[in-house]
């Protein structure tokens, strides 16, 4: 043993590269959300049979609303 105490071998310069790598990947996750979000507003609406069948979903896929002509 040395006896200088290095730790881990983790000097300023990694802990710099690791909390900069947090901090990134902190905001990726919030433009994640946000994009989450925008999908979560969004309408998607798609039709069939020249407009005797209509579907809407959100940008997530999710249904919204199906709408079904009586002359179908």
Do not use: H, W, Y
Request: hydrophobic share 35%; glycine share 16%; charged share 30%.
């Amino acid at each position: 043993m040395t006896g200088k105490g290095q730790g881990f071998g983790f000097g300023l310069g990694k802990m710099r590269e690791l909390a900069d790598a947090f901090k990134k990947a902190q905001q990726v996750q919030e433009g994640a959300k946000r994009l989450q979000e925008e999908l979560e507003q969004m309408e998607i609406q798609g039709e069939s049979g020249g407009g005797l069948v209509k579907v809407v979903v959100s940008g997530n896929q999710e249904p919204r609303r199906v709408e079904i002509s009586p002359n179908a």
